[in-house]
């Protein structure tokens, strides 16, 4: 069974540019969450994907948008990149039905974006 | 609107003995409890979680919390710490039904740093 991959590792952008970060679901996860994880703090819930479908945002702004494919990976787009846009940037995944028994997220290792 | 407050930042601990990590939340709504660990430089890995039934709640490497809804706590303990139980350590809840469904709010974390 695989994991959550989420590709690229590390990013360095300048201020103003568009970034696409992408993200591989673990076999038999259809919902997919996106956060942010500003140096020092906890992750922050940006959005959340079901069945190709955002069914869940939280406070961030519409530069922020994401996909989820057909096979349910997934991308995070972030148009304007500003400065404090420099965080670590988890997708995680999780069954989308089957009851409270299989309620896990699987977490990737997340992308490091710079911001420059 | 749900909240989760852990109460330290920091905790030093000797190898061997025992740790508590304490987490609050707040919600209106009936809610699932997770904890995750986080190792530098890598995604979150979920210790264990909370969603139903025996407040006791046991993990993986050995840890265990417990589910306090009077208290609104899950505080986290392990009996005997390791050097390699040195990570940061994030509380999290998502509410166990409506609008706010899958969405993960995590604390600010805490830093376990484990002493020989």
């Known amino acids: 069974e695989t994991g959550v991959t989420q590709s690229p590792t590390h990013l360095i952008k300048t201020r103003g540019q568009q970034v696409t970060l992408r993200c591989s679901s673990q076999?038999?996860?259809?919902?997919v969450s996106w956060y942010q994880q500003a140096l020092g703090q906890g992750p922050q819930f940006i959005f959340q994907?079901?069945?190709?479908?955002?069914?869940g945002r939280g406070n961030f702004p519409p530069r922020f948008s994401g996909l989820q494919f057909p096979n349910y990976s997934s991308e995070l787009n972030v148009n304007a990149l500003e400065l404090d846009d420099s965080a670590l940037y988890l997708c995680a995944s999780r069954p989308g039905t089957g009851g409270s028994a299989n309620y896990g997220y699987t977490f990737g290792s997340g992308t490091r974006l710079t911001v420059v | 609107a749900q909240s989760v407050t852990q109460l330290d930042s920091q905790v030093p601990v000797f190898e061997e003995a025992p740790v508590e990590l304490r987490c609050n939340y707040s919600?209106?709504?009936?809610?699932?409890l997770f904890w995750y660990v986080q190792y530098p430089n890598q995604g979150l890995q979920l210790l264990l979680k909370?969603?139903?039934?025996?407040?006791l709640v046991k993990g993986i490497n050995g840890f265990e919390a417990e589910f306090n809804k009077s208290q609104t706590s899950f505080h986290l303990r392990k009996p005997s710490v390791h050097i390699s139980d040195t990570a940061e350590y994030f509380c999290a809840v998502t509410s166990a039904g409506g609008t706010s469904y899958g969405k993960l709010t995590f604390g600010q974390g805490t830093i376990l740093t484990v002493h020989p």
């Open positions: 919600s209106s709504v009936s809610v699932y």
């Open positions: 994907y079901y069945r190709e479908e955002e069914n």
């Open positions: 909370y969603l139903s039934g025996s407040t």
């Open positions: 076999s038999g996860h259809n919902t």
